[in-house]
């Protein structure tokens, strides 16, 4: 059974940080990329940061360049992102995607909540 679980969400002040993580089980993790995406209210979900199979590469959206960073653990079948410099626009529901090939698995969210 696949499974994708986020934590980490939360309520923080702006200018503050989290770290969000996602814990994969009933697939082969080191096989698939893995991506992050967040979806605010009334606004479509969108991609947020993505990694590699063997996180040799990876991509962010342009509106968390520098403040986000993606990572994953093959040996733990983890992933994360490290969020700084949080602000109020980075609230949302962030969610954990793998795909592989025709393959796409979702998470089912967690709660970002940016304010002060």
């Known amino acids: 059974q696949v499974q994708l679980v986020e934590s980490g969400g939360g309520l923080v002040q702006p200018g503050g940080s989290l770290r969000l993580s996602c814990a994969a089980s009933g697939f082969t993790f080191s096989s698939y990329a893995m991506s992050w995406y967040r979806q605010a209210p009334g606004k479509e979900r969108e991609l947020v940061a993505a990694i590699t199979s063997a996180g040799g590469s990876t991509n962010y959206a342009d509106s968390v360049k520098g403040r986000f960073t993606i990572s994953r653990d093959n040996a733990k079948n983890t992933l994360y992102l490290q969020m700084n410099s949080l602000k109020a626009e980075d609230t949302a529901v962030y969610y954990c995607?793998?795909?592989?090939?025709?393959?796409?698995?979702w998470g089912q969210g967690t709660q970002v909540t940016v304010s002060s």
């Open positions: 995607n793998a795909y592989y090939a025709s393959l796409v698995y």
